[in-house]
């Protein structure tokens, strides 16, 4: 693929994006007075918002994840989508869970298209710079600030953005088995991106 259709593709999928989440926002607030606090309290749209401002970055300057900072900014991304499509996949859309999504469409875009074609991005075109161990840990951070503060804004605002967080649904038991199981899967997926991106950058030095 070549560069400038690279770059077209990651703005079309930052702009798809854009378009979903402010059409969620919309409707939603119409709708269903979803107000801007709760709607920024849902994972998937942080990780989406961090996806535009990244594939929007690339596509400026292609180049730009050339930069350690960057690069692990890029991953911490990749990551957070990958967990988000995983997450809503596997336990809330067998659920049937409200997730403040409007339309069929916005779903697919935020939680199966944006989450698909970022991993498939970083797979196909990781960062040509090494990544630190501590990446992990860097890329595990905004998780446990996330998790900390659903779980204290909970009970005060009486809402929480996802059933599995709610000590109501299932009891604290369930919130640490759950908040253990996403935090097992970023690890995991933490340890494959970063794995394939050193790989990849090996196989081109020694090419």
Known sequence: M???THRALRLALASLLAVALTAQYIIGSTDSGLTGVNFFSYFTVLSNAGAVVVLTMLAARPGRDG???FAIFRGAVTVYMAVTGLVYAVVLYPQLADVAVPEPWIDLCIHVVGPVLVVADWIYDSPPV????SSLAIWLAFPAVYLTYSLIRGPIAGWYAYPFLD?????WD???FWSLVV???ILAF????????NRRRSETALA
């Open 130 to 133: 090494e990544l630190p161990r």
């Open 174 to 176: 369930a919130v640490a």
């Open 2 to 4: 070549g560069t400038t």
């Open 167 to 171: 000590p109501a649904m299932g009891g």
């Open 190 to 197: 933490s340890y494959a991106l970063q794995w394939w991106s």
């Open 183 to 185: 935090l097992v899967v």
């Open 67 to 69: 930069s350690v900072p």
